[in-house]
Nanobody, 121 residues
Framework: QIQVAESGGGVVQAGGSLRLSCAAS????????YAWFRQAPGQEREFVAA???????IYADSVKGRFTISKGDNKDTVYLQMTGLKSEDTATYYCARGPEMTTRSYVYDYWGQGTQVTVST
């Protein structure tokens, strides 16, 4: 079994920065792709960013240039550095682990519980 957990959410002012962390534990013997998704109240789950087993990265257009996804020295640790935060970034952010890098949520088989990000104006 593999467990995924996010942390780092909170309340920040518009224009501010926040870094989310994701840690996978358990049977993480093989390399994997990681992704961040978010979901605001009344909205569908939205792809944010993903990083492949080999370090390839893709971002949603809505966050490109503002958010950065990266892996830590421990390849089962992933970060999402968010800058220039806007009110529309307010959502619950989820970290996901899976076999391939994709924007499709159903491909990922391990998910965290979510961490809330609120951008105040």
């Amino acid at each position: 079994q593999i467990q995924v957990a996010e942390s780092g959410g909170g309340v920040v002012q518009a224009g501010g920065s926040l870094r989310l962390s994701c840690a996978a534990s358990g049977r993480t013997f093989s390399s994997a792709a990681y992704a961040w998704f978010r979901q605001a109240p009344g909205q569908e789950r939205e792809f944010v960013a993903a990083i492949s087993k080999t370090g390839e990265i893709i971002y949603a257009d809505s966050v490109k240039g503002r958010f950065t996804i990266s892996k830590g020295d421990n390849k089962d640790t992933v970060y999402l550095q968010m800058t220039g935060l806007k009110s529309e970034d307010t959502a619950t952010y989820y970290c996901a682990r899976g076999p391939e890098m994709t924007t499709r949520s159903y491909v990922y088989d391990y998910w965290g519980q979510g961490t809330q990000v609120t951008v105040s104006t």
